[in-house]
């Protein structure tokens, strides 16, 4: 089992700044991925980024050049540094670990925090 604690989220204006942080915890494996997904009101969870343990990452259109993805490998934390957030970035952000074991891919989730971006 894999244990995920998110915080982070919070209030904030259009055009700020917040920063996520994921710790992992439990029976973590050497070659595994991070990311975050999002959820707003009414829509389905959608991938934000993702970075694997060799550091190569992956982002949606929507957040290119705004987010960026970062790990601590001796931490087993993830981070989402969120610039110049938008109206639309305002969801529930949720935490996500992947490793396979075996034949099979184990994902783990956490909580989620809410970002809401508002005047």
């Known amino acids: 089992q894999v244990q995920l604690v998110e915080s982070g989220g919070g209030l904030v204006q259009p055009g700020g700044s917040l920063r996520l942080s994921c710790a992992a915890s439990?029976?973590?494996?050497?070659?595994?991925?991070m990311g975050w997904y999002r959820q707003a009101p009414g829509k389905q969870r959608e991938l934000v980024a993702t970075i694997t343990n060799t550091k190569s990452t992956n982002y949606a259109n929507s957040v290119k050049g705004r987010f960026t993805i970062s790990r601590d490998s001796a931490k087993n934390t993830v981070y989402l540094q969120m610039n110049s957030l938008k109206p639309e970035d305002t969801a529930v952000y949720y935490c996500n670990y992947v490793h396979r074991d075996g034949n099979s891919d184990l994902s783990y989730w956490g909580q989620g925090t809410q970002v809401t971006v508002s005047s």
């Open positions: 439990g029976s973590i494996f050497s070659i595994n991925k």
